[in-house]
């Protein structure tokens, strides 16, 4: 039996400060066919990197107190 790549699901983390923006950024990408984490900040980050593999991260840039 063999699996395309596309019957595998991309695993994407989203970072950033905005708890609004994170909930939006998950819906329109799990919508899109992605599996999706949300980090609040890079605490919450670091520990899923540690914890999880991902495809691909995306991540803000300038969060207060903190750079992406």
Do not use: H, W
């Amino acid at each position: 039996y063999e699996r395309s790549m596309m019957d595998f699901k991309r695993e994407i983390l989203v970072i950033d400060d905005d708890r609004d923006v994170l909930r939006v950024l998950q819906m329109a990408l799990e919508q899109s066919g992605y599996k999706v984490l949300i980090a609040c900040g890079t605490g919450e980050a670091q520990e899923m990197l540690r914890l999880f593999q991902f495809d691909l991260v995306l991540c803000d840039l300038t969060m207060p107190l903190e750079s992406g």
